[in-house]
């Protein structure tokens, strides 16, 4: 793996740049992965495009309640990892910097990234079919129902077939096509709208690197490949 005299200097010099993260990026804390290295995410032997989905939610939602309680039980154990804290630093290294994240684990925040957005909301909190008010269970136990109006609650996360959060992606976009420097790191980029995002940033004349042990439908549309773990290739950055 060699980072480009190119490209140690555009970090060096950039204004505007916009880290993308997947789940790859949670790895090396010990977050399993949805595709890639061998074995796919399976829940009571549904794959996890089956129990993650909208369809789900409307056929089954204690189930689904209870593999997502099974994973923020599981997530409630792990840190960030030094991906996660070198990206933390760089929102203070650039005059505008952007991290957008598909992840929903919370990471970010914990290594002290400020502003994430979140494409794909956040398994720390559950929100009301109904009314859509939303509710922390970083901190609280999980309420059975609805505070305000007594109905049902969902983990408020963006499952297949599901919008985004509204402005989101948006936003990102925006980011994304001002960026001079994308860096997409850890995810498969096989999801939209969020892998459409390296793509508006290319489009729009930003350097694209993508930072993954294993290539991607991407990979050949980026101007910089760097093949290997996030955790060992992010920190270089600072050297
Ligand atoms: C490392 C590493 C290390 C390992 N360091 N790297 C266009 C065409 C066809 C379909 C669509 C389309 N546009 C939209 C769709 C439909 C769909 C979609 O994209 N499907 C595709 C699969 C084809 N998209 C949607 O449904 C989205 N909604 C939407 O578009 O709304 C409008 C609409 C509505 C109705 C109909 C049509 C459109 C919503 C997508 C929501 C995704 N939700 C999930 C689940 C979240 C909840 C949960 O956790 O259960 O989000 S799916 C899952 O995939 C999760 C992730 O955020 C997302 C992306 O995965 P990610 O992060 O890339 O992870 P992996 O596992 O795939 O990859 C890990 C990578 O890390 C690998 O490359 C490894 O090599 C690497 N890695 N170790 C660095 N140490
Ligand atoms: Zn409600």
Redesign the pocket.
Known sequence: MHISAELRELFAGANRVLVL?????S??SGVP?????GNTAVWKGMP??V??S?EMVERDLPAVWE??DY?RHFLEELKPNP?HYAIARWQDRFAEFTLVT???DGLHQKAGSREVIE???N?WRARCTACGTAYNMAQEKRPDACFECGDLLR?D????????PRGAFEFAAVRASASELCFV???????????GLPEIAKAAGAYVVE????R?PLSSQCDEVLT??????LPLFER
Do not use: C
């Open positions: 993260t997947g789940a790859g990026v790895a090396e992965t949805f595709r890639g290295g996890f495009d129990i993650s909208a593999w997502f994973r991906a598909q992840n929903i494409l794909h909301g398994i983990p996360v963006v499952l297949f077939g599901e919008m985004l790191v850890g995810t498969s980029a096989l999801v939209y709208p969020a892998a930072v993954n042990p294993e991607t290997g773990k996030a955790g060992e290739v």
